[in-house]
């Protein structure tokens, strides 16, 4: 079994779609519903679909609750890309938390998304 998409709730589908584009390379395959859907692609086999809260699940994203009840990650092949990938979101929309730093076995860093998504990225040198 692997994992076939996430689909994540954010308010402004469009700017966190942009922010996965721009800043971690992720190719927009299509868009949705007047704007509310966006579906990625990570080139590796895993769909991202951003989209607006669905009331029948709940309709919340993390932005409207104020808290983080998730985070994703993203595994580079080394330190040298996640100080790239660290200068490429700094100058992006992202608030970062931190530089990146060895931590738990790794070089990585953490970061808040437009959506309030928290992602970290990093890379360990047990799983590249």
Not at 62 to 71: E, I, K, M
Not at 83 to 110: C, H, N, Q
């Amino acid at each position: 079994m692997r994992l076939n998409h996430l689909d994540l709730h954010v308010p402004e589908v469009t700017a966190t779609a942009e922010f996965f584009v721009t800043c971690l390379g992720f190719r927009l395959v299509e868009t949705r519903g007047n704007g509310g859907l966006a579906i990625l692609s990570d080139g590796s086999g895993l769909e991202l679909v951003l989209s607006h809260p669905v009331e029948k699940f709940g309709g919340a994203h993390q932005a409207s609750t104020g808290h983080f009840s998730y985070h994703i990650g993203f595994i580079l092949d080394d330190r040298a890309e996640v100080d790239r990938a660290f200068e490429r979101i700094k100058a992006s929309a992202a608030t970062v938390w931190g530089e990146p730093r060895e931590m738990r076995g790794g070089w990585l860093f953490y970061c808040v998304i437009p959506g309030n998504i928290l992602v970290e990225i990093g890379a360990r040198p047990l799983l590249t």
